[in-house]
């Protein structure tokens, strides 16, 4: 379970997450990390949220955002907002680190999904030169409101359910016990998506 304060890093990425507020410190209105990131990273794959914004907010260095297909330059002192549905993807093409601020909202599982894809890293189950496994892929964006290009939408169709199952049977989950702790998920329901937005 995140902590505040507490440190993360990710071996294959490089990058390290502080916590600065949980969702369990904001009662699941947002979550907030410092967030650094290795120089000449690996570009993170394109995706979006349905329910959540992001705000980047650079301290140091130069951080590369694709969002909706218009590349933002961001150095220290800049912020950008991601907002819901806004395809996008970030890297450091610099020779140097990047540190920025991250504001989730709302925090939704958002820390559970960093600390899911983090221990699936350090553990040898992800490598991102060879991106993650198509069926873990489909798993964690079915756990997560994580929508990565290239997967089927989630829908009620069978082909759909057989995908999901077919993972499920070859081992792969949207959450690992021994990379969180004890399990705190937001179930995504209408109710809700209309407290939120109240």
């Not at 969180?180 to 329901?189: A, D």
Request: proline share 4%; hydrophobic share 30%.
């Amino acid at each position: 379970m995140a902590k505040a304060d507490e440190t993360l890093e990710n071996k294959v990425t490089g990058e390290k997450v502080r916590w600065l507020k949980t969702a369990r410190d904001t009662d699941g209105n947002y979550l907030q990390y410092d967030w650094y990131i290795a120089p000449r990273s690996q570009r993170l794959l394109r995706h979006y949220h349905s329910y959540q914004t992001e705000t980047i907010s650079v301290q140091s260095g130069a951080l590369t955002v694709d969002c909706d297909g218009t590349l933002h330059l961001l150095h220290r002192g800049d912020t950008l907002t991601i907002q819901k549905g806004q395809l996008h993807q970030w890297w450091n093409q610099e020779d140097e680190p990047v540190m920025a601020t991250v504001t989730v909202e709302p925090a939704l599982n958002t820390e559970t999904q960093i600390e899911q894809l983090f221990g699936l890293c350090n553990d040898g189950q992800v490598t991102f030169d060879e991106r993650l496994p198509f069926l873990q892929q489909v798993v964690l964006s079915e756990e997560y409101d994580l929508k990565v290009v290239g997967l089927p939408e989630k829908t009620n169709s069978l082909s759909y359910r057989l995908l999901t199952s077919f993972a499920s049977i070859l081992g792969y989950k949207g959450y690992y016990p021994q990379y969180s702790g004890e399990r705190r998920k937001i179930e995504v329901t209408l109710p809700y998506i209309r407290k939120q937005a109240g």
